[in-house]
């Protein structure tokens, strides 16, 4: 099987933007998870297939570098493909560029396959064709999904470093096919736990998230952030989203 990267175009919006402001990380989020799913279907993997084989995907962890956002108005190029299996991930790069083909954002995802009776992940390998992938470089070579090993998040919970920033319950429109809050909201709530003020210019420059715990209609989630690293020319910090005592996401943003 020869596997070639899967491309789509796009006109941004003013929606994406929010009517003059930055691209958003809930449109990144969107448009990057519309392309992932076009392509699974197109190799015969998607979300129609999985379901009649008792199987659907999940995403698990993300890291998402952009150097430059789009502006509204502006027309974008999507590309996408899959990067082999690696323990229980499926991954799959993914790309946004300009018309004049300048990188602008990249992504490395790592999926899971779940049985949706038991909710339990399966073994990736045993279920895809080990062809199916590209062997193309990462967008960026630091793209490294996970942040288990980061120290803000070692004591599982929110400490006296953390701000609550807002709460929210689950509802109707957060939820997608799996019957959980879709991964865009979840992205879009850790990002948004950053209070505007601290943004900078209000440019996302790194997103980092851990899918830890679905989030399921009616739940009421609270969203959490503290102060990381400082970097050059950028504002970085964690974020949390917790039900309860229990955390269900986590991320590291950077702005500019």
């Known amino acids: 099987m020869s596997i070639q ?29 519309e392309i992932a799913g076009d392509h699974a279907a197109t190799l015969g ?76 992940p399966l073994r990736p390998e045993r279920i895809l064709d080990p062809d199916m992938k590209c062997d193309l470089s990462r967008p960026y070579t630091d793209l490294s999904p996970g942040l288990n090993d980061h120290p803000a998040f070692a004591d599982k919970g929110v400490g006296a470093a953390w701000t609550e920033s807002f709460r929210l319950s689950a509802s109707p429109r957060h939820i997608d096919y799996n019957g959980h809050v879709n991964n865009a909201h979840i992205i879009a709530w850790l990002c948004d736990a950053v209070p ?35 970097t050059p020319g950028g504002r970085e910090f964690l974020s949390l989203l917790m039900r309860g005592d229990e955390v269900v996401a986590r991320a590291l943003t950077r702005w500019v």
């Open 45 to 120: 993997v998607g979300m129609g297939s999985m379901f009649l084989q008792g199987r659907t995907w999940m995403l698990s962890r993300i890291d998402i570098e952009a150097e430059k956002l789009p502006k509204s108005g502006d027309e974008i190029l999507l590309r996408t493909w899959p990067a082999g299996t690696e323990r229980l991930f499926a991954l799959r790069c993914i790309e946004m560029l300009s018309s004049q083909g300048e990188l602008l954002v990249g992504a490395l995802y790592e999926y899971l396959i779940v049985d949706m009776e038991k909710r339990k």
């Open 196 to 230: 505007k003020a601290e943004r900078g210019n209000g440019c996302i420059a790194r997103i980092k998230v851990d899918f830890v715990a679905e989030v399921k209609f009616d739940d009421e989630i609270a969203a959490s952030f503290t102060r990381g690293d400082a």
């Open 5 to 33: 990267p899967f491309e789509t175009r796009h006109k941004v919006w003013g929606y994406d933007c929010g009517y003059g402001g930055p691209f958003s990380p809930l449109a990144m989020a969107d448009y990057f998870q």
